[in-house]
């Protein structure tokens, strides 16, 4: 489908919020995906939808590569053809959650933040503070958000896995689940965290997405399978939101 850019500003560095006019992505659940057309010859790019409300889509991202690049020389009153929204999104629960992220992880998180309202708390985590975004997004809809750095430059310094233990550790028979997006080595550690503890954790595999129909398997994610067999599920039509206890994480 053709949509309307409402507007497309860089936030910051090489993150920008993209604004798009559509009731079919506002109509997304937490955790969707929607697959952008970056020009003729280029696959589509997959993107979490950020948050979506009052017909309008929130799409936050980083320019990587071509296909990025393509949509941050968008403005305002352009269109752009959008497939969407697809995809297994979060489970919103009517317990309480914490949503961990990690860097651009952070963004498919929002719009979880929106939904769960004062029954979640927020850990993210950045290298630097330089690169610390939407923590103020946060902050409007959160109960509490807290920020960790690598380097210490926010916040204190050390990994988002080291507030989720804590957090777990303080009020962990209060949590209901856990949802969880970032690096992979980052999302692993948070899912031995919540096994440990036992809480229920969802992540969001971000797999480069190619045909962004389940056709190419170019997205296979490594599931743990019965008796040494190895199974996978496709990010983009199964996903990309999954149980962190089924995934193969060695």
């Excluded at 937490?30 to 799409?59: E, M, T």
């Excluded at 929204?85 to 929106?114: C, D, K, N, W, Y």
């Excluded at 690096?183 to 096994?195: D, I, K, L, Y």
């Excluded at 008796?227 to 996903?239: F, H, P």
Aim: some cysteine; proline content about 2%; aromatic content about 6%.
């Amino acid at each position: 489908m053709i949509c309307e850019i409402e507007s497309n500003e860089r936030l910051s560095g090489d993150i920008f919020d993209m604004r798009v006019v559509s009731d079919a992505l506002a109509s997304a659940k937490p955790g969707q995906i929607a697959h952008f057309l970056c020009g003729a010859k280029a696959l589509r790019r997959p993107l979490s939808v950020a948050d979506a409300a009052d017909g309008k889509a929130r799409f936050l991202y980083e320019v990587r590569g071509e296909g990025t690049r393509y949509l941050s020389a968008l403005h305002a009153g352009d269109t752009v053809d959008v497939l969407g929204p697809v995809g297994q999104g979060f489970t919103v629960t009517e317990g309480r959650a914490l949503l961990v992220g990690g860097g651009i992880g952070v963004f498919p998180l929002l719009s979880l933040a929106r939904a769960y309202g004062d029954r979640s708390a927020a850990l993210l985590g950045f290298r630097s503070a330089d690169a610390v975004v939407c923590d103020g997004d946060f902050e409007r809809f959160c109960d509490s958000v807290a920020v960790i750095t690598d380097d210490g430059s926010s916040g204190r310094r050390g990994y988002v896995s080291e507030l989720l233990e804590e957090a777990l550790t303080y009020v962990g028979g209060l949590v209901d689940i856990i949802h969880v997006c970032g690096p992979r080595a980052m999302m692993a550690s948070c899912a031995t965290v919540a096994e440990r503890f036992g809480v229920r954790c969802e992540v969001s595999m971000e797999e480069r997405m190619a045909c962004g129909i389940g056709a190419c398997l170019g997205c296979a994610v490594k599931m743990k399978g019965k008796s040494g067999v190895e199974t996978y599920r496709r990010a983009c039509a199964d996903g990309p939101v999954f149980d962190a206890a089924d995934i193969d994480w060695s």
